[in-house]
């Protein structure tokens, strides 16, 4: 499985290239796996499907996120 990473110092200028960024601050996100409301400070993962999607920094739901990548690529 190929995994990207975007340093912490990078990461607001790639969420404003998706598009996504004022939604990230304004609380619009949430978490994939559990529902949490994403924030700059807790996001975990970026997922790009059809559509930009998230994942917050709980090593449960990153695990449970990494699992269904990898189903995804087979």
Known sequence: MRIKAIHDVDLVEALKRLGVYEGVRGGA???IICGRKITLD??????????VKFV???PACLYKAAKIARALQH
Do not use: F, V
């Open 42 to 51: 807790n996001l975990g993962a970026i997922i790009k499907l059809d559509e």
């Open 29 to 31: 996100y949430a978490c």
């Open 56 to 58: 917050c920094d709980n």
